[in-house]
C-alpha cells in the first residue's frame, strides 16, 4: 500500500508539464552534456564491431526533447544513414497502447473492468483449463475453468490465455482479421484458471478485438482518431503508407557475432517486411511501427496526467489506476492496469525512481517513463534474435548517469 501511495502523490505533487514535448539543450533540464556521450560511445561502438546495425535514441526530461540522434544505418548494406524519424517495428510495445484505447472506452462506460469477456465475445463463455497434452497426436484433456475470464484479467495477462497455435502472435500477420482469429482461441484450454497467476499471452490481441466490438469502428481506426491523430503520432501504423516505406529500417539477425539482413520469415512465418503490406489484421499486441518521437508523446501523455497538445485523452484518476500495482495478491513482478507499463515499485533494485514504468518490443526496442524525476528514455534498433538485447539496460544506466541537477 504504501508504495501505491508514494506513486499517487507523486503526481499530485508535480507541477504540470508542458503540453507538448519541445526541444531543448540537456543542461536545461539538468542533464550534462559531457557524460552523455557515453550513450554515443556506447552505440558507436555497437555499430562499428556490427553487432547492431545502427539505433535511434531520445531522452526527454521536464517536457523537453533533450538528446535525439540517429547512429549507424537503416540499411547496412546500402551504407543508407540511420535518420531521427526512422520507423522501427515495435512488437510488444504495441500493448501500452492498445491497453489505453480499452480505457478510453471504460471511461465512456462501455465495460466494466470485471465483466465476463463472454459478455462480449460469447465463444468465450465456460473457458477450460488444459489437463494433459499429447504430444504425438495432439490431442488433449481438459477440466472446467470455473470461473469466466474478465476484462481486468486481459489488462494484466492473468487471464490464462497463452500463446497458441493456430492463432498469429500478431505480428504482421496481413491474410485474415482478429476477430476471426479470435473467436478460434476463445475455443481452445487455458493454461491455468482465470486470475490465479501471470501469464504472457494473446491477451492484448483480445482487447484489441474488443475495441472493435465496443466502438464500432475497426481497431486501425480507432487508434488513429482517438489516439495517434491527437498525439500527433504520425508516424505509428499497423500498415505504413507508401510514402512512408522509405522510412521503415530494414530488420536483422544475427549470424556468427555479425548481423545479417532477416529475409526468411520470423515468428509463425511472417514476412520480416510486414509493415509495408495491405494488411487487415489489426493486433493489439504486436502489430505497430513507430518512431522514438512518436512514441516519446505517448509516454509524455502518462507523464503529463492524460493531456498532450490541450487535449484530454484520459483522466488523471485513470492515469492513477492504469500505473497501480494490480498484482499484490499474486507472485509477480509489479505490472499496472495497462499491461506495457510494467512498473518499478521499489528503490533499491534499480536506478529507476518507484513509479517509472517501462517495457519494450521483441525486436530490441526498448522505453521507460520516470514520474518523479520527469524523465522518459527510449533506444529503437530493430534486431530478430539477436544477443545484444542489454542494449536497452545500459542506455538507462548512462541516461541516469547524466543527470546534473
Known amino acids: 500500500m504504501k508504495n501505491i501511495l508514494t506513486l499517487i502523490l507523486s503526481f499530485a505533487s508535480v507541477t504540470l508539464l508542458a503540453q507538448v514535448l519541445v526541444s531543448a539543450k540537456p543542461e536545461t533540464a539538468g542533464l ?13 561502438g555497437l555499430v562499428e564491431s556490427q553487432a547492431i546495425p545502427g539505433a535511434v535514441v531520445l531522452i526527454a526530461r521536464n517536457g523537453k526533447i533533450v538528446y535525439h540522434n540517429a547512429y549507424g544505418y537503416s540499411d547496412a548494406e546500402a551504407k543508407k544513414p540511420m535518420q531521427k524519424d526512422n520507423i522501427f517495428r515495435i512488437a510488444s510495445q504495441s500493448k501500452a497502447i492498445a491497453s489505453l484505447a480499452a480505457m478510453i472506452l ?27 497434452f499429447n504430444a504425438a497426436d495432439t490431442s488433449y484433456t481438459t ?9 481486468r484479467h486481459l489488462l494484466t495477462h492473468t487471464s490464462g490465455i497463452d500463446y497458441a497455435a493456430g492463432v498469429p502472435s500478431g505480428i504482421g500477420n496481413d491474410g485474415s482479421v482478429i476477430g476471426d482469429k479470435i473467436k478460434i482461441l476463445a475455443t481452445l484450454p487455458l493454461k491455468h484458471k482465470p486470475g490465479e497467476r501471470w501469464t504472457y499471452g494473446l491477451n492484448t490481441d483480445v482487447i484489441g478485438y474488443l475495441i472493435e466490438i465496443w466502438s464500432g469502428m475497426s481497431f486501425d481506426q480507432f487508434l488513429r482518431k482517438r489516439i495517434f491523430d491527437p498525439l500527433g503520432m504520425n508516424n505509428t501504423w499497423f500498415y505504413l503508407p507508401a510514402i512512408l516505406h522509405n522510412k521503415l529500417v530494414q530488420l536483422y539477425s544475427e549470424k556468427d557475432g555479425k548481423i545479417i539482413r532477416q529475409v526468411s520469415p520470423v515468428y509463425d512465418n511472417v514476412n520480416p517486411d510486414y509493415p509495408k503490406t495491405n494488411g487487415t489484421y489489426y493486433s493489439g499486441g504486436a502489430g505497430l511501427s513507430s518512431t522514438v518521437e512518436d512514441y516519446a508523446k505517448f509516454l509524455h501523455l ?3 496526467f492524460g493531456k498532450y497538445n490541450g487535449v484530454r485523452i484520459i483522466s488523471r484518476k485513470t492515469v492513477e489506476l492504469m500505473l497501480t500495482n494490480q498484482f499484490y495478491d499474486l507472485n509477480a513482478d509489479p505490472y499496472g492496469l495497462a499491461f506495457g507499463l510494467e512498473t518499478v515499485e521499489n528503490d533499491h533494485k534499480s536506478v529507476e525512481s518507484i513509479g517509472t514504468f517501462r517495457w519494450g518490443g521483441a525486436f530490441n526496442t526498448h522505453y521507460w517513463a520516470d514520474p518523479k524525476e520527469q524523465l522518459i528514455g527510449l533506444i529503437f534498433t530493430n534486431m530478430y534474435n539477436a544477443s545484444q538485447w542489454s542494449i536497452g539496460s545500459k542506455f538507462k544506466v548512462l541516461t541516469y548517469q547524466s543527470i546534473n541537477d
Open 106 to 132: 471504460w471511461e465512456e462506460g462501455k465495460f466494466q473492468l470485471d465483466d465476463p469477456v463472454s459478455r462480449y465475445i460469447p465463444e468465450f463463455k465456460n473457458p477450460t483449463v488444459l489437463k494433459s
Open 143 to 151: 477440466d472446467p475453468a470455473g470461473r469466466e475470464i474478465t476484462i
Open 302 to 304: 502518462f507523464l503529463n
Open 32 to 44: 550534462s552534456v559531457e557524460r552523455l556521450k557515453q550513450v554515443d560511445q556506447m552505440i558507436n
